[in-house]
């Protein structure tokens, strides 16, 4: 059995049908093992035999679609994958807090297989990179003034809407439950 995260899209804790309880049951019913939510901000984690993330990406997407009217995006990453990410480090030497915020925005799958940083500067965004392996963007936004950091509109811009952004401390989050439940 192989642990994943599904990472969703669009998920508003204040609509009943993206309830955590119901999201659960939607990954229970494909039949998926060890199903447990992360934050109420759709991030479900589970066991399955391995599959190719593409293949989980659309099977989870059209189940939450057809049993909730979910039509958002749905994201799969591995533990392994997620844990060797935390392990290279990205933002050594930063923390995360109510003025500065460390970011991941994940792509799906089979998405974009040549990644671009952005060449148009945002004062507000430091990229720290692209990690490869994750396929996630990596950056840090200056949350302390009360300017809107413009980097999530050139993301959509330049790469449409099949990826959804993650705090440094969800991921951290999400990685230490994959470990917890087998």
Known sequence: MTRYAALLRGIMPSNPNMSNEKLRGVFTGLGFESVASVLASGNIVFATETTPGAELEDRIQDALNAELGIPGGTIIRDYAELRALLDRDPFAGYTHGRETYLTATFFKDAAHPRVELPTESDPLTQ???????????????????????????????NYGKDITTRTWLTVQRIVKKMESVK
């Open 127 to 157: 990229v720290v990179g692209y990690d490869t392996e994750a396929r996630a963007f990596l950056a840090m936004s200056d949350n302390s003034t009360p300017k809107t950091p413009d980097f999530m509109s050139w993301l959509e811009r």
